[in-house]
């Protein structure tokens, strides 16, 4: 199948699983995620993470039009759901790295009886893009039938940044909702919505992600108010969020990273997870360390490291050590896709690795961002109402699928 006509087979699959019915146990509410790849392709993948973590870096800055600044860019890859307002159904990212939901990118929001723009502006910056517009308020509807009242939603007047997809569901901590709407200090989220409005019993969100080697693939489930125990092995294990700035205003974590047995890659430091972000990016002191543990040369076509299929033999397991649990992420996991090589413009004699360079040196805050290629090894939790993440095994956490 040619490129043009697998990425429109890959929207068309996003809007369509996205829309099946959510299923409702014990007070927490399940639905599917599908995998959406951008109509400009997945070549600049590295470009496009690595200006996410500098933008989402700059929130830690003292001035405050930064401090203003949510993050939400539009990826080379990323997972979606269907958002009905009205009549008229909109197809959002998810992301965990921004709190506002917002539409109007692709498709024009459509005004309903049920919809009331409260005459406030909303202007929220990107990585690589922005949109800025109206505030409304008025009941949006989740994958079908997950129904929040009186939510607050932006709609775009102007946006840039979001090819093919309408809008973003943030569904990161309220914070990062500050200062984006005029005379409001803070938005509440969807999660908090359906928390504060009875749907849900708890306020946290799970996200399920399966490796793929297809560009169209409905391999994901977000979970509202609880976690599905059918999609993890074992005990969930929880780590509080850092305090440490700018991580601590996202889903922000501690974490060591180690090469094989005894190799340190990056020391103890803060960082984020993100489903935002495509790659595993760490600290450019430990990018260089993980580079000459590994062997791997810098691809000039695609910015990755990238291995022959003998050095790949030889490729030891990460570590991920995480509130007191090791958490392995294998040799395979550590690579692309090899049957999707082309997508990001590398050759199929070599072997790409999803682990980069975030660009600067530890210690600055935000060391590292566990992106979804991390996402697709373990479950994750998202929980507001304890202040932590949780991670679990899958039945993917040790396959070879890549």
Known sequence: MALGSSLLATLVLALTVAAIPLEARNGRVTLPLAKRTSSTGVANVL???????????SRGSSDLKSRQDVTATNQAEDYVVTVTIGSTDYTLIVDTGSSNTWVGADKKFVKSSGTTSTGNSVEVSYGSGEFEGTEYTGDITIGGSLTV???????????????????????????????TVSNTNEVPTVTQNLYTQGTIAEELVSVFFAPTTSESDANGELTFGGTDASKYTGAITYTPLTTTSPASYYWGINEEITYGSDTTILSETAGIVDTGTTLVLIASNAYSKYQSATGATEDEDTGLLRLSTSEYDNLESLYFNIGGSSLEFTANAQIWPRSLNSAIGGSSDYVYLIVNNIGTPSGEGLDFINGYTFLERYYSVFDTGNSQVGFAETAYTYATTN
């Open 149 to 179: 009242t009186d939510q607050s939603f932006g709609v775009a007047s102007s946006s840039e940044g979001f090819d093919g997809v309408d809008g973003i569901i943030g569904i990161g901590p309220e914070d990062l909702t500050e200062d």
């Open 47 to 57: 470009a496009r993470d690595q200006a996410r973590a500098q933008f989402l870096k």
